[in-house]
């Protein structure tokens, strides 16, 4: 390999600059973790500067190839650690920008339920999927991304496309019915109005926790209105001195940042669908906090 000059140092940290965002969309949707997504960045980086740029004819295809596989490496060792975490693991929140919930492919995908259903694939099957339905790249491109022949990889899409078929959140909500259903769940949880709840809980909602063992979240999922009404009310929401909940943008949907006494205390994405609340995602880890007191950048 020929020894790098400083215009060509430039022009490869200009290109990686260009492609970040896309680069850290893929990582994150295939990782459900930002932190490990900034992980596969660095490694990008440095395998990306030490590329002779002259013979690389498509750089942003290089550059989701290099990215693609160091997320299939750190996907199968999160993995193993997933099997080790303490209690209902949930995909690391993050402040989005309102042109994320604009695009409604990308929100739907970088949704914290359609991150859980891809937490159902295998690795490769997950990377194909999230090449092919949400960056729409061909069949051959995504090929030399995984190694695996083209026609392996149609099949891994259509087995990926079925089984997310089978379990993907029924449909979206507009803008319109999102921010009414946030901002009813919003006051009943504040006010722990258990009728104002029950009217804008779906009949069969989904809540989720996770707390990572450091803080108290719940042991498994709590299904049903009845249910998930009086948790809120009772348990979960329980009003105290200095908690405050501000209505944000949390992957690329409704969500609300809770505060203690003005410090994060955790983030609740929440799923509408047809007017409803169906899912009530609570992350309360420490550690999956970092991102949600700035935007962070997504694109495709």
């Known amino acids: 390999m020929s020894e790098r000059t400083t215009g060509t140092d430039d022009s490869a940290t200009e290109v990686f600059v260009a492609h970040r965002n896309l680069l850290f969309t893929v990582a994150y949707e295939m990782l459900g973790s930002a932190a490990d997504a900034e992980d596969v960045l660095q490694e ?3 395998r990306w500067v ?58 739907e995908h970088v949704s914290m339920a359609m991150l859980l259903v891809m937490e159902t694939l295998q690795p490769v099957e997950r990377a194909v999927f999230v090449l092919r339905e949400v960056f729409d790249l061909g069949y051959d491109e995504i ?11 149609r099949q891994l899409a259509y087995r990926a496309r079925t089984h997310v078929a089978a379990r993907r959140p029924r449909g979206v909500a507009s803008p319109a019915e999102t921010r009414a259903a946030l901002q009813a769940f919003r006051r009943a949880v504040e006010t722990g109005d258990l009728r104002r709840l029950l009217d804008v809980l779906a009949p069969d909602v989904v809540a989720l926790s996770d707390g990572g063992g450091v803080k108290h979240a719940l042991p498994r999922p709590v299904v049903g209105a009845d249910k998930v009404a009086r948790l809120l009310a009772v348990r979960w929401w329980k ?53 949600v007191e700035r935007e962070t950048a997504l694109s495709r």
Request: hydrophobic letters at 40%; proline letters at 6%; glycine letters at 10%.
């Open 50 to 107: 030490a590329v002779d740029l002259g013979g690389i004819r498509d750089q942003r295809a290089y550059l989701v190839r290099i990215v693609t596989r160091q997320s299939l490496d750190r996907l199968r060792a999160l993995g193993r650690r997933k099997e080790s975490y303490v209690g209902p693991w949930l995909p690391e929140p993050l402040l989005t920008a309102p042109d994320v919930a604009d695009d409604v492919e990308l929100a």
């Open 44 to 46: 990008t980086w440095l």
């Open 239 to 291: 009003r105290e001195v200095g908690r405050t909940a501000e209505l944000v943008q949390v992957n690329g949907g409704p969500g609300l940042l809770v505060r203690v006494d003005g410090e994060v205390d955790g983030v609740v994405a929440v799923r509408v669908e047809d007017g409803y609340v169906t899912g009530a995602y609570h992350v309360r880890n420490p550690e999956k906090l970092s991102r």
């Open 143 to 153: 090929a030399e991304a995984v190694g695996k022949s083209p026609t392996a990889v």
